[in-house]
T-cell receptor
Framework: AQKVTQAQTEISVVEKEDVTLDCVYE???????LFWYKQPPSGELVFLIR????DEQNEISGRYSWNFQKSTSSFNFTITASQVVDSAVYFC????????????WGAGTKLIIKP | SAVISQKPSRDICQRGTSLTIQCQVD?????MFWYRQQPGQSLTLIAT?????????ESGFVIDKFPISRPNLTFSTLTVSNMSPEDSSIYLC??????????????FGEGSRLTVL
């Protein structure tokens, strides 16, 4: 069975601190895709990144970085020098091939950045 | 990337009534999905809507309660029928950007926040 676990329900940090959001996934498939989405208070889900199971390179995009480790089935997301605008709920999701493009969603982590 | 518009953005409804949510995409997309997000919760897939075929519903969701239309490649509607307070949720429309085969990401509308009294 496939599953995504985001153990951190809520994280609160002071602006400019670095923060890491954890994501652990379970699947027996060898080909799969991992995603991160951001949901600000406005409600819209914003796509942040997609990573396939054959690409373990870490990725950096500005203040955002992602650490994909198949050995620990983790796909963690780090925000460097956090800003108040980063406050949102962040979701990690998994899709396996043959799933008709359906995503398996984590419970989400609410990130609060205090000024 | 696709831009998705949902209407209404929010509504307060009376128990027993029905509400239709509209979802408009600015480009043609093959697959559209409807999700429900209850307060403070993650997303739950209601159904997959492909143009030219009946919507495919997930376990726990039925067509009589959540009828879906998909008349063309840019538009879909979800109706929440005979509403009860338990239907108070955010309903999100999403579309699949295929990009390259099997790797497309989902794009979402801003959601429709329904409160049922």
């Amino acid at each position: 069975a496939q599953k995504v676990t985001q153990a951190q329900t809520e994280i609160s940090v002071v602006e400019k601190e670095d923060v890491t959001l954890d994501c652990v996934y379970e699947t027996r498939d060898t080909t799969y895709y991992l995603f991160w989405y951001k949901q600000p208070p406005s409600g819209e889900l914003v796509f942040l990144i997609r990573r396939n199971s054959f690409d373990e390179q870490n990725e950096i995009s500005g203040r955002y970085s992602w650490n994909f480790q198949k050995s620990t089935s983790s796909f963690n997301f780090t925000i460097t020098a956090s800003q108040v605008v980063d406050s949102a709920v962040y979701f990690c999701a998994l899709r396996v091939t043959g799933s008709n493009y359906q995503l398996i969603w984590g419970a989400g982590t609410k990130l609060i950045i205090k000024p | 990337s696709a831009v998705i518009s949902q209407k209404p953005s929010r509504d307060i409804c009376q128990r027993g009534t029905s509400l239709t949510i509209q979802c408009q995409v600015d480009s043609q997309v093959t697959m559209m999905f409807w999700y429900r997000q209850q307060p403070g919760q993650s997303l739950t897939l209601i159904a997959t809507a492909n143009q030219g075929s009946e919507a495919t519903y997930e376990s726990g969701f039925v067509i009589d309660k959540f009828p879906i239309s998909r008349p063309n490649l840019t538009f879909s509607t979800l109706t929440v029928s005979n509403m009860s307070p338990e239907d108070s949720s955010i309903y999100l429309c999403s579309a699949l950007d295929l990009g390259s085969p099997d790797t497309g990401e989902l794009f979402f509308g801003e959601g429709s926040r329904l409160t049922v009294l």
